[in-house]
Structure formats: structure tokens, C-alpha cells
């Protein structure tokens, strides 16, 4: 009986103010059956640091946190905080 534990990060998704939400899967299998699968999940907001994630996820911020989008993620943080929004 051999237990294998595997990490992977299986979802990226960007949603329409540029946030990228991230999926992690921890899988635990035993003689190659899978016996239990658990997530953890956490959002990279536009002009947020993500120089700590997996170079896949690196590459979608790349592509989706745009000047553009962190300009406007930015201006709507500002505007919920006044109350303007």
C-alpha cells in the first residue's frame, strides 16, 4: 500500500475587474486510486505582488494586469471607499 500526495494548481480564472482567482488541488492516492481531493483557493487583485506564484499563474497576471485594468481596479477601490461607486 503506497500513499502519494500531489499538488497542483488546476484553475486560473481572470473575472472582470482583472482579479485572477487561483485553485489549488491537494490529491492524496493510494495504488494510484485516488482516495481524497481538497482545494484552497486565493484571488491576485490588479497592482498586487504575485512574484511568489507558480510561473503559470505568473503568466496569466502578466496578460491580465494591464496598466489599463490596474488603473481601473484602483479607481474603483477609490470610489467603494468614498462611497461614489
Not at 485572477?20 to 498586487?48: K, L, M, Y
Request: contains cysteine; aromatic residues 4%.
Amino acid at each position: 500500500m503506497a500513499l502519494d500526495k500531489q499538488t497542483l494548481i488546476d484553475k486560473i480564472e481572470v473575472v472582470e475587474n482583472g482579479t485572477v482567482q487561483v485553485r489549488q488541488a491537494t490529491i492524496i492516492s493510494e495504488d494510484g486510486n485516488q482516495i481524497s481531493r481538497t482545494f484552497h483557493r486565493w484571488c491576485i487583485v490588479p497592482s498586487q505582488n504575485y512574484s511568489d506564484q507558480e510561473d503559470k499563474v505568473k503568466d496569466i497576471c502578466r496578460v491580465a494586469h494591464t496598466p489599463e485594468v490596474i488603473a481601473a481596479y484602483k479607481a474603483q477601490q477609490e470610489a467603494n471607499r468614498l462611497g461614489t461607486a
